[in-house]
């Protein structure tokens, strides 16, 4: 599976922004998915993930109550609205899939799509 990440720019903190990854491929809607985010200088983490069929969510506790992940299955896509987002979240935002069951953890993910910045200004 092929996938693209769109919707990154910048934002005032505060503000919101919608990120959208795009899955090309057959069979996305047996993928669990997620979002991590790497910042200059930073380790590459984990911001939220939701499974095949959009039952099972988790987030980062840093984003919890923010950032809502949600996937479209007919579409193939899986989205990350981030709302009244801080300077801490500046970072590369990429999109990953787990043919098998998605987690936390980097070494989960089968694919990666190519991240889009997200900077947030003060």
């Known amino acids: 599976v092929q996938l693209q990440a769109s919707g990154g720019g910048l934002v005032q903190a505060g503000g919101s922004l919608r990120l959208t990854c795009a899955a090309s491929g057959r069979s996305f809607g047996s993928y669990g998915m997620g979002w991590f985010r790497q910042a200059p200088g930073k380790e590459r983490e984990f911001v939220s993930r939701i499974g095949w069929s959009g039952g099972s969510i988790s987030y980062a506790d840093s984003v919890k109550g923010r950032f809502t992940i949600s996937r479209d299955n007919a579409k193939n896509t899986v989205s990350l609205q981030m709302n009244n987002v801080k300077p801490e979240d500046t970072a590369v935002y990429y999109c990953?899939?787990?043919?098998?069951?998605?987690?936390?953890?980097?070494?989960?993910?089968?694919?990666w799509g190519q991240g889009t910045l997200v900077t947030v200004s003060s």
């Open positions: 990953a899939a787990a043919s098998r069951r998605s987690t936390t953890l980097i070494t989960s993910y089968d694919y």
